[in-house]
């Protein structure tokens, strides 16, 4: 046999083999880079923070610079800097839901979250439910349902209800129902708020 018969195709320059082996090295480093990347901003998001510090928050579409310690709630920071008082301060007791909120499209207790946590997420409260003499088809909804309770849970009834539909366009009853089971009153108008996200939920979530 001779010397060119007996060369295996690996014996090559450049061959399968060794294609391969640099694939594979290339990979791992790649994979070590990008752990070691997330493990530095992992150290960056547990950065102690103590005593008053300015920080910006994104509220109803607008950027805010407020001045939190790191016990400071987003509720207490809704309230008493931005004068954003739809959502209620029942003294820490966060679960009936009037201090709701939408914190990156999801329904949030604002009494419950750190407005250290809230930094670099989009915030609505139910002020921005109204735009000049319009208002959100859930406020719409709530008036026309007969909804309305003394006044005090509501807005974060209302603030429930419109993340849910966002969530929930098409939802049943027993949907609602499920999803709207955070928020309570002793008001008593559930068949009111059931009727007017049903209704809503016909028309896709409005």
Known sequence: ??????QR?????FSRRSFLKGSGAAVAATAITTQAEDALAQQDDKQVVSGSTKITLQVNGQSHEVTVEPRTTLLEVLRDQLDLTGCKDLKDVHVDGADTVIVDGKATYAGT??????????IRTVESLRNGDEVDEVVDGFVRHDAMQCGFCTPGFVMATR???D???GASLEEVRKGL???ICRCGTYDG?????????KKGGA
């Open 1 to 6: 046999m001779t010397d060119k018969r007996r």
């Open 9 to 13: 195709p690996d014996d090559s320059a």
């Open 113 to 122: 979250m750190l407005a250290l946590q809230a930094r670099g997420k989009e």
């Open 163 to 165: 993340a849910f539909l």
């Open 167 to 169: 969530r929930n366009p």
């Open 181 to 183: 089971g955070g928020n």
């Open 193 to 201: 708020i059931t009727q007017c996200a049903m209704e809503l939920a």
